[in-house]
């Protein structure tokens, strides 16, 4: 079993910045891929970024250049680099681990980006 915690969101003006932190229960080696994700109202929930434990990095395409994902593994922490944020990135953000075939999701932090 994994727990994750996210943490880091809040309200921030557009063109600002955030860091947003999920905290795993178990050592992060063992996960194969974590991800963050986010939905927005009345929408489906979306891919951001995702990283695997061999450092591959993958970014949706509406993030790239302005977020960077990344994972610091004495820490059993991922995190999100959020810059030159805009309105439309304002959505619940979701941490996801998938370990051993077997997804587990945090339970989100909320980001709204004022305009």
């Known amino acids: 079993q994994v727990q994750l915690e996210e943490s880091g969101g809040g309200l921030v003006q557009a063109g600002g910045s955030l860091r947003l932190s999920c905290a795993a229960s178990?050592?992060?080696?063992?996960?194969?891929?974590m991800g963050w994700y986010r939905q927005a109202p009345g929408k489906q929930r979306e891919l951001v970024a995702t990283?695997?434990?061999?450092?591959?990095?993958d970014y949706a395409d509406s993030v790239k250049g302005r977020f960077t994902i990344s994972r610091d593994n004495a820490k059993n922490t991922a995190y999100l680099q959020m810059n030159s944020l805009k309105p439309e990135d304002t959505a619940v953000y979701y941490c996801?681990?998938?370990?051993?075939?077997?997804?587990?999701w945090g339970q989100g932090t909320q980001v709204t980006v004022s305009s």
């Open positions: 996801r681990a998938t370990r051993v075939w077997v997804e587990y």
């Open positions: 178990v050592s992060i080696l063992s996960i194969n891929t």
């Open positions: 990283t695997t434990s061999g450092g591959t990095t």
